[in-house]
């Protein structure tokens, strides 16, 4: 949680602001660059999780939110079983997402399954 408020994890588009040339798409969807916004809120796959475990309405809130220390502090402000509840599913979609960057194989191979075992 402290690296994502000071947006300071290896997410591809910070990894090329520190010089380093790749391909900065998201490692799940290959459509949009992956900066943390796309990553925990945006993307097509995590969308899929925060709505399975009924946070989409906090999603929606996070996405208002202007910076990813701002993110921190509304996820914190939240009733204790829905703090909770999306702290681990950003820890959960953290790990996920780079065992799938590393190109780890799934148990599933199905991605809508995947999605399912990972949330």
Same mark, same amino acid.
């Not at 290896?10 to 490692?27: E, F, H, S, V, Y």
């Given at each position: 949680?402290? #690296? !994502?408020? #000071?947006?300071? +994890?290896? !997410? /591809?588009?910070?990894?090329r $602001?520190? =010089?380093?040339?790749?391909?900065? #798409?998201?490692? !799940?969807?290959?459509?949009?660059?992956?900066?943390g =916004?796309h990553?925990?809120?945006?993307c097509?796959?995590?969308? $899929? %999780?925060?709505?399975?475990? &009924?946070?989409?309405?906090i @999603?929606?809130?996070?996405? +208002?939110? $202007? &910076?990813?220390?701002?993110?921190?502090?509304e996820?914190?402000?939240?009733?204790?079983e829905? #703090?909770? /509840?999306?702290v681990?599913?950003?820890?959960?979609?953290?790990?996920f @997402?780079n065992?799938?960057? @590393?190109g780890? /194989?799934?148990? &599933?191979? &199905?991605? =809508?399954r995947?999605?399912?075992?990972? %949330?």
């Amino acid at each position: 949680m402290w #690296r !994502l408020a #000071r947006n300071s +994890l290896a !997410l /591809k588009m910070n990894i090329r $602001r520190r =010089g380093m040339q790749l391909d900065t #798409r998201c490692p !799940l969807c290959f459509q949009f660059d992956e900066d943390g =916004g796309h990553c925990f809120l945006k993307c097509k796959f995590v969308k $899929r %999780c925060w709505e399975s475990l &009924s946070l989409e309405l906090i @999603r929606q809130n996070l996405l +208002l939110k $202007r &910076s990813a220390w701002e993110v921190i502090m509304e996820v914190i402000s939240k009733k204790e079983e829905d #703090r909770l /509840k999306t702290v681990l599913l950003l820890w959960k979609w953290w790990d996920f @997402r780079n065992k799938v960057d @590393r190109g780890e /194989k799934m148990q &599933s191979t &199905s991605p =809508g399954r995947m999605l399912l075992e990972m %949330c």
